[in-house]
């Protein structure tokens, strides 16, 4: 559910789902060190640096879990994404993140705690970029920038993703993602992502 998805607190009443801006995220130095909170609208309108997290998901045979975002997505609407996630909450661990975002996005429930790959913040450098929903990268207008924690889990049972997260899902091989990679419009900050998981997994650095 990265940059964009609605999610539905206990706290709330089922018929009031909270509106994806309203939103509380912690906002993170470079250092990746707390410093505030803002709502998410005001974290993306002034490009605050905040927390998201990356799963990769992969099932029984080893095919990675591949899908096509919602048109309406706040950010990198219609693209292609190897990942699935979303924004940590206030308060919210990286690691609990990873859990919630990929049951809620998969449909599943009793997946395995994602594990815990590495950090990374986006854009490199942490240079917000251009902003405004014309720029080449899709991000909100004000930019922005964000410290995106990857984690893999293994997906071995029937998923039903979100219809209003997910317009298109299919697991495919590795060789089919590689020969996507130039076809498809993908997220730029998952696409970072897959980069640096293939060269850690090839025996290069991080």
Request: contains cysteine.
């Amino acid at each position: 559910m990265r940059a964009g998805g609605a999610r539905t607190r206990s706290a709330v009443p089922l018929s009031a789902p909270v509106d994806p801006a309203e939103e509380i995220l912690d906002v993170v130095d470079a250092h990746d060190r707390v410093v505030g909170q803002a709502p998410r609208g005001e974290v993306y309108a002034r490009g605050l640096r905040h927390r998201c997290v990356f799963v990769q998901v992969r099932d029984a045979e080893g095919r990675l879990f591949v899908h096509r975002r919602t048109p309406g997505k706040l950010v990198f609407p219609s693209m292609y994404d190897m990942f699935v996630g979303g924004v940590v909450g206030a308060g919210e661990s990286y690691d609990d993140a990873a859990l919630r975002e990929a049951e809620e996005e998969l449909g599943v429930a009793g997946l395995p705690r994602p594990v815990p790959l590495f950090r990374f913040l986006y854009p490199p450098g942490g240079d917000p970029g251009p902003g405004g929903p014309g720029s080449p990268r899709g991000v909100p207008e004000g930019g922005g920038t964000w410290w995106s924690a990857v984690y893999e889990v293994r997906c071995e049972l029937p998923v039903h993703p979100q219809a209003e997260e997910v317009a298109w899902h299919a697991f495919l091989t590795e060789a089919e993602v590689e020969r996507r990679l130039g076809e498809w419009p993908w997220v730029p900050d998952g696409l970072a992502a897959y980069r640096r998981l293939k060269d850690l997994r090839s025996g290069g650095r991080e």
